[in-house]
């Protein structure tokens, strides 16, 4: 089985704050993918980025931030100097395609409040 | 570029009813989804399809229908709507399985609300 928790349902902040999103994911599978979606108040989903099990580095993308430790089953997600433009629903996700090669498996998402 | 086109965007129903929610996509790909989406629970799935003529069921599959003629084309019928199937829909696609090329690119969603 596997399992993603995204245990923060709502965080808010004032604009030009850090903000960090937590991910926790379960699954047996040793060849696993992670990915983190945002979901704006227009409503459609944006692929953010995809991490394959094997790479443990830390990625960055101009304000965005990932942390993947396998160690604590978690792929953390900063913003850094956040902008009222951040404000959505962020969902992060994992595949393993010894499973399944076509499921995500999204965690519940954390809505995201940028105020000015 | 249309990408994956989902009709329609907003559709209210009575209990019994019945409908079709329609996916498209204009890129070639192989593998579609439908997942759905309610508060508190993320997005589940629904059912998929790796190639024409091939689906499969998803977490969520009771009360959908799937098939899947033609590789642009995916659609989700509901025969029988209930209120448990008010939430929002999304048809996803990609080139690949997500241990291939990774990416899934979704619809604009469809939300569905059963009265």
């Known amino acids: 089985a596997q399992k993603v928790t995204q245990a923060q349902t709502e965080i808010s902040v004032v604009e030009k704050e850090d903000v960090t999103l937590d991910c926790v994911y379960e699954t047996r599978d040793t060849t696993y993918y992670l990915f983190w979606y945002k979901q704006p108040p227009s409503g459609e989903l944006v692929f953010l980025i995809r991490r394959n099990s094997f790479d443990e580095q830390n990625e960055i993308s101009g304000r965005y931030s990932w942390n993947f430790q396998k160690s604590t089953s978690s792929f953390n997600f900063t913003i850094t100097a956040s902008q009222v433009v951040d404000s959505a629903v962020y969902f992060c996700a994992l595949s393993a395609p010894a499973l399944n090669d076509y499921k995500l498996s999204f965690g519940a998402g954390t809505t995201v409040t940028v105020r000015a | 570029n249309a990408g994956v086109t989902q009709t329609p965007k907003f559709q209210v129903l009575k209990t019994g009813q019945s409908m079709t929610l329609q996916c498209a996509q204009d890129m070639n790909h192989e593998y579609m989804s439908w997942y759905r989406q309610d508060p508190g629970m993320g997005l589940r799935l629904i059912h998929y399809s790796v190639g024409a003529g091939i689906t499969d069921q998803g977490e969520v599959p009771n009360g959908y229908n799937v098939s899947r003629s033609t590789t642009e084309d995916f659609p989700l019928r509901l025969l029988s709507a209930a209120p448990s199937q008010t939430s929002v829909y999304f048809c996803?696609?990609?080139?690949?399985?997500?241990?291939?090329?990774?990416?899934?690119?979704f619809g604009e969603g469809s939300r569905l609300t059963v009265l």
């Open positions: 996803a696609s990609s080139y690949s399985g997500l241990g291939g090329t990774g990416e899934l690119f």
